[in-house]
């Protein structure tokens, strides 16, 4: 077994994840091809076998803990190289994922390799704030890791969730220091604290804080980013 899958059964294990062989073949397969593609693109600075099964994939996986996204929709806010978007449809391919970034070139290559892998997504081009003029308030979940600062995320994500499903926001050790400066944005959004799931990865903390949407949201949110930048809720 090469490094990164040994890696990544290892750690998935360490958070409770079951992952089929099939899955996680395709999940390093995937890791190995944002590393070749990372030679002359910038995805990441992570491409050390062992780290992108630790920091990518497991952490990617780490979701699944915090909610039952098995035949939900997902949309992945700023998926960037595809976390935790890819790795989401990889692991639970009856889910529907749609990943959200504004750099093309990104998602043209996600639009290239992914069926290549026989990976199932919907990969869109376009900002967050204007993205969500077609499809607001209809998705399950919305995940997100590595964007933002919460309460900036949290005008980015919440539009797109529909009553009753939840933001699923990816967070390192600041999360619970983030989480109170967002009160306020989440009383606006109209997302309620649910759970806070902590796991380590790598030895150092991380977190999924799970925020259910419990009525809809004003619809003049999400606001233009230099406005959510400058003035966050």
Known sequence: MDVMKQTLTREAARLGLSLPPEAADTLCAFGRAVVEQNKVMNL??????SQVAKLHLADSLAVLLAAELTGKTVIDVGCGAGFPGVPIAIACPQTQVTLLDSLG??????????????VTARCVTARAEEAVGTCRESYDFAVSRAVARLNILLELTAPYVKVGGAVLAMKGAAARE?????????????????????????????????????????????????????DPL
């Open 105 to 118: 070139k990104r998602m043209r290559w996600l639009e290239a390799v992914l069926p290549q892998l026989g």
């Open 178 to 230: 983030e989480l109170a400066q967002a009160a306020g944005a989440m009383k606006i959004l109209g997302l309620e604290l649910e759970a806070v799931k902590e796991f380590p990865i790598d030895d150092a903390s991380h977190a999924v804080i799970v925020l259910r949407k419990i009525r809809p949201t004003p619809r003049q949110y999400p606001r233009r980013y230099a406005k959510i930048k400058q």
């Open 44 to 49: 990441t600075a992570i491409t050390e076998d």
